[in-house]
């Protein structure tokens, strides 16, 4: 097992602020693994897909007076008849207990949990393995992680199979897609599912996804929203406010992980352009890690100018982030006229070179050059 500390100290961050914390993330980016990370001797772990676990917990109160550990762990709670009911026991009638629920997707998603559970719980998304964390995970090469994805049976495999990325998709639809929103056609959401992984990075044209899989505009917007309800995808909507020829509507869709944008998209072995794009995915990846509450933004302008993503700290105070593979092919022109529109805040160049991070003058422009670890918030 390899370590993941920043992701146990938020579950244990998450535990400060409220009696549940919800581990959401996608089918094998290594949920369970942490949750026994937590420690063996201080937990109760109840596996959720058992049959027989319906019934131990079928009264919550006689379960929870059994439990002799002061952490609680339901692994794939939402396979549970009713188990909005069995969490909210736990944290109004055990307060000294401390639950851990995981899930594939947040609590909306499951018609199951009509009661959100509203000021008992707080939310860690786990992501694939971060850019920071390679180091922990045997030090894998940069490459690897941007080619194979950072899902820790991928990342750890000795070579890349193309079937492991395709039984994911059809376990992904069987277990979540299917159970939590009705979908019935598998071909169809897969042939979406895979448009949208070779979109990724991009301004994201529903009436254009229509046309090329073959669907209704409503059937993209539903299959859009599912992805993104089980963090399949992110929408980066754009920011805007200041400029007169500013985007203002159309967002930018992320799939969840490098490999399977790899995969999807037939890149082995990755061209340098290639590296560029995959890279922007990981930075992506390390802010929503980093800046889990703050909204991520991108700013482009009508004649195609763009920054890559904006984070909006104050009204008047916004950061700039641009990615680069090669900082050498950096070209700071689009943030000289965003810096028009919004003079203050801070600019980054991330780069996989910028270790350790230092400051360079881009005309009248200071900006950060540092790997995503170098983001402060």
């Not at 581990?23 to 001797?41: M, Q, Y």
């Not at 810096?339 to 805040?345: H, Q």
């Not at 160049?349 to 910028?354: D, F, Y």
Request: hydrophobic share 40%.
């Amino acid at each position: 097992m390899f370590p993941r500390p920043f992701w146990l100290q938020r579950i244990e961050q998450a535990w400060r602020e409220a009696p549940i914390a919800w581990l959401c993330g996608v089918r094998r980016s290594g949920k369970t693994t942490l949750a026994h990370g937590l420690g063996e001797d201080r937990m109760v772990y109840v596996n959720c897909d058992l049959p027989t676990v319906e019934d131990m917990v079928r009264d919550p109160q006689v379960f929870y007076r059994s439990c002799e550990k002061p952490l609680v762990v339901f692994d794939e709670i939402h396979q549970l008849r009713d188990p909005a009911r069995l969490l909210k026991i736990g944290a109004d009638v055990f307060p000294k207990l401390k639950i851990l629920a995981t899930g594939s997707s947040t609590l909306a998603a499951s018609r199951k949990f009509r009661d959100t559970l509203a000021g008992r719980k707080r939310l860690v998304h786990l992501l694939p393995v971060l850019f920071e964390e390679l180091p922990a995970f045997g030090g894998v090469a940069l490459g690897k992680r941007l080619l194979y994805g950072g899902l820790p049976p991928a990342l750890l495999a000795e070579a890349k199979r193309p079937s492991f990325y395709r039984e994911w998709m059809d376990s992904f639809f069987a277990r979540d897609i299917q159970r939590l929103f009705g979908f019935r056609d598998v071909n169809r959401f897969n042939a979406f599912f895979e448009y949208t992984l070779r979109q990724s990075g991009g301004q994201f044209e529903q009436t254009k996804a229509a046309t090329a899989v073959g669907i209704t505009r409503p059937t993209v917007e539903s299959h859009l929203r599912a992805l993104e309800i089980t963090h399949a995808v992110t929408l980066v909507r754009p920011f805007h406010g200041g400029g007169q020829n500013e985007i203002v509507k159309m967002s930018k869709v992320y799939a969840f992980d490098t490999g399977f944008v790899s995969w999807a998209r037939g890149w082995e072995p990755l061209r340098p352009e290639d590296r560029g794009e995959l890279w922007e995915h990981l930075v992506l990846e390390h802010l929503q890690a980093r800046f889990a509450d703050e909204p991520i933004r991108y700013w482009r302008d009508k004649q195609g100018r763009e920054v890559d993503f904006v984070l909006a700290h104050r009204r008047d105070e916004v950061d700039a982030i641009e990615c680069k593979w090669d900082p050498g092919a950096f070209d700071g022109s689009a943030l000289k006229l965003f810096r028009g529109y919004y003079p203050k805040g801070r600019n980054y160049l991330v780069t996989p070179s910028g270790d350790p991070a230092y400051t360079k003058r881009y005309g009248n422009l200071e900006v950060r050059v540092c790997t995503p670890s170098g983001l402060h918030p």
